[in-house]
T-cell receptor, first 115, second 111 residues
Framework: AQSVTQLGSHVSVSEGALVLLRCNYSSSVPPYLFWYVQYPNQGLQLLLKYTSAATLVKGINGFEAEFKKSETSFHLTKPSAHMSDAAEYFC?????????????FGSGTRLSIRP | DGGITQSPKYLFRKEGQNVTLSCEQNLNHDAMYWYRQDPGQGLRLIYYSQIVNDFQKGDIAEGYSVSREKKESFPLTVTSAQKNPTAFYLCATFSGDYGYTFGSGTRLTVV
């Protein structure tokens, strides 16, 4: 069975500060990992994905995440927060990259940016 | 532009009423999904379909029904058997090239 835990339902940072959103996963097989962003009343947009290539994954809008097998983590970071980063972020895991593989979502972290 | 269209964006349902949420895609993706999102929770899978005329129950299928008569369309019916239908509903597709693509959602409220 697979699961995802996002630590912190709400994170608040100042504009220009480092953004760190935590995600830990559990998987009995090598995982595929994703980060999605959701703006109010919108669907989910893919930020980045790990599919067993490079462990440091760069995504859109300046975000990146590092896959750490020893820590079963896939934390999302951005060096300098911008007001437009305020949104909800979801980490997700799946055992395979196909339509038959079930994707499991974390409960989400709401990111607020202070001026 | 290719994408997923969900309609309506907002929907109100009376007690005991069935309502149907529309999901149309022009991405030519075979697999389509319906998710339910509640505040403070992740997305939970209701139904999915990998090909036309075939679909499977997800984790929370009770009180919902779907059909897949065309590749482009995967409507979701919320029946009166669903006791707590107020939620945000997201439709998605999957392809090996692009992964999951999500629609912009339908917010359903019971009045």
């Amino acid at each position: 069975a697979q699961s995802v835990t996002q630590l912190g339902s709400h994170v608040s940072v100042s504009e220009g500060a480092l953004v760190l959103l935590r995600c830990n996963y559990s998987s009995s097989v090598p995982p595929y990992l994703f980060w999605y962003v959701q703006y109010p009343n919108q669907g989910l947009q893919l930020l980045l994905k790990y599919t067993s290539a490079a462990t440091l994954v760069k995504g859109i809008n300046g975000f990146e995440a590092e896959f750490k097998k020893s820590e079963t983590s896939f934390h999302l970071t951005k060096p300098s927060a911008h007001m437009s980063d305020a949104a909800e972020y979801f980490c997700a895991v799946t055992s395979g990259y196909s339509s038959a593989s079930k994707i499991i979502f974390g409960s989400g972290t709401r990111l607020s940016i202070r001026p | 532009d290719g994408g997923i269209t969900q309609s309506p964006k907002y929907l109100f349902r009376k007690e005991g009423q069935n309502v149907t949420l529309s999901c149309e895609q022009n991405l030519n993706h075979d697999a389509m999904y319906w998710y339910r999102q509640d505040p403070g929770q992740g997305l939970r899978l209701i139904y999915y379909s990998q090909i036309v005329n075939d679909f499977q129950k997800g984790d929370i299928a009770e009180g919902y029904s779907v059909s897949r008569e065309k590749k482009e369309s995967f409507p979701l019916t919320v029946t009166s058997a669903q006791k707590n239908p107020t939620a945000f509903y997201l439709c998605a597709t999957f392809s090996g090239d692009y992964g999951y693509t999500f629609g912009s959602g339908t917010r359903l409220t019971v009045v």
